[in-house]
């Protein structure tokens, strides 16, 4: 079945750095799209950014310029690099995938990052 597991999460000051990572298993992220997602106390889930199977990334307005997904077929892994921090990127964060034969999404259980100011 699938799985995604993240990790990297943390308490950060307000200018400091984190890299998530998201391992999969059941499902290749060389042949299928994926993307982070996060969601704070009391908003909504919302895309942080995304990266297809030929490697076109998509960024929401509020990190672009500060945050980098990326992928490493070899170890089945997709990376968001976390610079700059601000206290607004609190949150849950979450590795999405939906495999081309799967009738469904699959979501990791997420991963806390906390951002001092």
């Known amino acids: 079945q699938v799985q995604l597991v993240e990790s990297g999460g943390g308490l950060v000051q307000a200018g400091g750095s984190l890299r998530l990572s998201c391992a999969a298993s059941g499902v290749s992220f060389s042949i299928n799209a994926a993307g982070w997602y996060r969601q704070a106390p009391g908003k909504q889930r919302e895309l942080v950014a995304g990266i297809t199977v030929s490697g076109i990334t998509n960024y929401a307005d509020s990190v672009k310029g500060r945050f980098t997904i990326s992928r490493d077929n070899a170890k089945n892994t997709v990376y968001l690099q976390m610079n700059s921090l601000k206290p607004d990127d609190t949150a849950v964060y979450y590795c999405?995938?939906?495999?081309?034969?799967?009738?469904?999404?699959?979501w990791g259980q997420g991963t806390q990052v906390t951002v001092s100011s």
């Open positions: 999405k995938c939906k495999p081309h034969w799967a009738p469904r999404d699959y």
